[in-house]
């Protein structure tokens, strides 16, 4: 762009009374989902642009829908789980690994987390059946507060609420025997 702008300013400067030319584009639906410093070719076709734009709105709308599916999901087995189900933790994991891995494309961010902070809370476990019923119930609990709202928790909210579980995770593996933190620290 800088080389563009450079070229119209010395175009003129050349020609007396014309004026630079500054050209600007408009934000860009694909741009955010791509990140910072992602690059899209300049010759990308506007119509394909668009085209890529209404896909992820698309895609966004049933992301919602599929969220709140998921959520239900992740509270049945845990509720199973606690019941006396021991092989439903599998699949609270399960979902919580899909939830974390969807999220943050769709715009809860804070839900992915959570998932996340679940997953990982899980995977430093020697058996998953070890799992601490109170700790999983809170990460449920809080993925689906932040999932079913209009919109995810403020920033100041989030970061508390992770903290908070993140103190908890912490707690749940200091008392885990001895056995557990060997296979912890060797993984």
């Not at 300049?42 to 890529?52: E, S, V």
């Not at 698309?58 to 509270?75: D, N, P, Q």
């Amino acid at each position: 762009m800088t080389g563009l702008l450079q070229n119209t300013e010395q175009e003129a400067a050349r020609t007396p009374g014309a004026a630079a030319v500054e050209i600007t584009q408009p934000p860009s639906l694909v741009r955010q989902k791509l990140g910072q410093g992602a690059v899209i070719p300049m010759r990308l076709d506007p119509r394909a642009l668009k085209r890529m734009e209404h896909a992820i709105e698309t895609m966004s709308g049933a992301y919602a829908k599929t969220l709140k599916t998921e959520i239900r999901a992740v509270m049945n087995a845990h509720a199973e789980w606690e019941e006396g189900d021991s092989a439903k933790i599998h699949q609270v994991y399960a979902i919580a690994h899909e939830i974390r891995g969807l999220a943050g494309t769709f715009a809860r961010p804070m839900t992915g987390r959570v998932a996340n902070q679940l997953c990982l809370y899980l995977e430093t476990l020697p058996e998953l059946t070890r799992a601490e019923e109170g700790v999983v119930r809170l990460h449920v609990d809080a993925m689906h507060a932040a999932a079913t709202g209009s919109s995810e928790p403020s920033a100041e909210v989030a970061d508390a609420t992770l903290a908070g579980l993140d103190r908890l995770v912490s707690r749940a593996i200091e008392h885990l025997p001895q056995k557990a933190a060997a296979c912890r620290s060797v993984g």
